[in-house]
Structures are given as structure tokens and as C-alpha cells.
């Protein structure tokens, strides 16, 4: 009996630790939307990408070559000035000790609740937690309807 309370114990706290983890992430995510809507130089976009993703990050977008960061930077400045409403919602979170898989939508903020996938995207980002917190080491944007499964 006392072992089965000691794993009780062990699960809840486990299960905590994760929502703990999730809630860090989408605050993470949620202030570097803002902090992107917010920057007026390439300076801040670059501070604001610190803020999120590792020093090595890379993004592999339709199955295409792994880019990094100074591959993608200049459609972040293109869209200086331009605000857009975009907002994204975790469905699918999987932690592992210093790693986290996120599976989310990314779309305007009107349409993540929605099933029109026409208006959102699907993508799997890496998370690895750092020194300085946890930071996404991976994007991932695959062709449409790759990420479904998983999300089953």
C-alpha cells in the first residue's frame, strides 16, 4: 500500500512538473509573437529571437534544407511595420527530462480553435531546457498532413 501511494505521489508531481513545463513554453511563445508585433529594427528582431530559440536553432520548412536563423532573418524584417495576427496554440506536448516536443497550430488567432486547416498550420518544435530556460532548438513546418498522426 505504501508503494502505491509513494507512486501516486511520484505520478502527480511528474504530471505537475509537465503543465509546468507546457505553461512555460507557451509563455515563451506567446512573448516572442509579441516581441516580434513589437520590433521596429532588424536589432530587435535578433534580441527578440535570443529570447526563444537556441544559438544553433534550425527550421526545416515542407521537407525542404534545414535552415538557421540568418537564412530566415529577412522575412522577419519584411514583415517590420506590418503587423499580423497570428497566435499559436499547443495540441500536443511530450516532455522528457531537459526535452520537450511541441506539436501546435499557428494561425491567426481566430481560426487555432477551428478545423478549417486551410487556415492554420501544423508544426513540431524541439525544446531543450538551457542555462537560461527553455529554448526551441527545432522547427519543423512539414507538408500538410504529415503532423496528423501524431496528433492521434
Same mark, same amino acid.
Given at each position: 500500500m505504501k508503494?502505491?501511494?509513494?507512486?501516486?505521489?511520484?505520478?502527480l508531481f511528474a504530471l505537475g512538473d509537465d503543465a509546468a513545463v507546457r505553461k512555460e513554453i507557451q509563455s515563451i511563445y506567446d512573448r516572442a509573437l509579441q516581441g516580434q508585433l513589437a520590433a521596429r529594427t532588424p536589432a530587435d528582431l535578433d534580441a527578440n529571437e535570443k529570447?526563444?530559440?537556441?544559438?544553433?536553432?534550425?527550421?526545416?520548412v515542407n521537407d525542404g534544407p534545414p535552415q538557421h536563423w540568418a537564412d530566415v532573418k529577412q522575412y522577419a524584417i519584411a514583415m517590420?511595420?506590418?503587423?499580423d495576427d497570428l &497566435?499559436?496554440? $499547443?495540441?500536443?506536448?511530450?516532455?522528457?527530462?531537459?526535452? &520537450?516536443?511541441? $506539436?501546435?497550430r499557428v494561425g491567426p488567432s481566430k481560426d487555432l480553435n477551428g478545423n478549417d486547416r486551410s487556415r492554420f498550420a501544423l508544426v513540431r518544435d524541439t525544446w531543450v531546457k538551457t542555462n537560461t530556460g527553455w529554448r526551441r532548438t527545432l522547427h519543423e513546418k512539414p507538408v500538410e498532413g504529415k503532423l496528423d498522426a501524431e496528433l492521434k
Open positions: 508503494r502505491v501511494c509513494a507512486l501516486l505521489l511520484f505520478l529570447l526563444i530559440d537556441t544559438p544553433d536553432w534550425t527550421s526545416i517590420l511595420g506590418h503587423p &497566435a499559436l496554440k $499547443i495540441v500536443k506536448f511530450t516532455v522528457a527530462g531537459d526535452r &520537450a516536443i511541441v $506539436i501546435a
